[in-house]
């Protein structure tokens, strides 16, 4: 998946959308084995980005990807600040610096983005 695809599919992204990932997101990290692999994920690719000195890259991928999903949340006229939309945009963000570090957390980004089957949008990507 390209990093362009991904932000486009989470602007496209419905309140339904929106809502139904961050259900299955609190779904991944349900258990405490399930949040520390989650945290794993996401400390693998932080390592990644450095050894690989794409850190600066990785933000800005983290960046878009949040603001697309908050884009759409105001286009589905959510109330922001809201809980889900932001669990949605942080994941989303680490997806997205994931991309940006490659194949070398190619596995951890695939564990990530399995939070996101459910939203048709990112769910062709998955």
């Known amino acids: 998946m390209k990093l362009a695809q ?10 339904d959308d929106i809502r139904a990932l961050a259900i299955d997101l609190d779904a991944m990290v349900a258990t405490p084995a399930e949040e520390v692999e989650v945290t794993r994920a ?3 690719i932080e390592a990644a980005l450095r050894r690989v000195h794409r850190v600066r890259e990785a ?3 983290g960046h878009r990807a949040a603001a697309a999903v908050m ?19 942080r ?5 997205a610096r994931g991309l940006v570090a490659d194949d070398e957390v190619a596995g951890e980004v695939g564990y990530l983005r399995s939070g996101f089957r459910h939203a048709q949008p990112v769910a062709v990507l998955v």
């Open 91 to 95: 994941a989303a963000a680490t997806i």
């Open 42 to 44: 996401f400390l693998a």
């Open 6 to 15: 991904f932000v486009a599919a989470l602007d496209a992204l419905t309140g």
């Open 71 to 89: 884009h759409a949340a105001e286009r589905a006229a959510i109330e922001l600040p809201n809980s889900g939309v932001t669990r949605v945009a």
């Open 59 to 61: 933000a800005t991928a």
